[in-house]
């Protein structure tokens, strides 16, 4: 894999060079393709298909997006928790 980033362009698709009325049309497809015609269907099935029709910009912006989904689902678990022992000690 090997990307050409553009550090200095005024997004994220832009950066790597995908289009997003492009990306947005090859999802839906590979969403209405696995749901309709996939026999058995599991992630690896999905991830096939993405690899399939997708090129490498495309699944690094989606690898990317996975990644800052993780990071504010860490965020957001590590602020509950400051919450639950707030409460703990303040409840005594």
């Known amino acids: ?4 980033f553009n550090h200095e362009a005024n997004g994220f698709t832009e950066a790597l060079g995908v ?3 492009e990306f947005a049309q090859k999802i839906g497809e590979c969403l209405r393709d696995f749901s309709t015609n ?3 269907p599991n992630l690896s099935k999905l991830s096939e298909k993405l690899q399939n029709n997708m090129n490498d910009n495309e699944l690094l912006l989606l690898a990317t997006n996975e990644v800052l ?4 689902e860490m965020e957001d678990d590590i602020s509950m928790m400051e919450k639950m022992f707030k409460n ?3 409840a005594n």
């Open 1 to 4: 894999m090997n990307i050409p």
């Open 19 to 21: 289009n997003r009325q």
């Open 38 to 40: 996939t026999e058995n």
């Open 69 to 72: 989904s993780k990071l504010d």
């Open 88 to 90: 703990l000690f303040n």
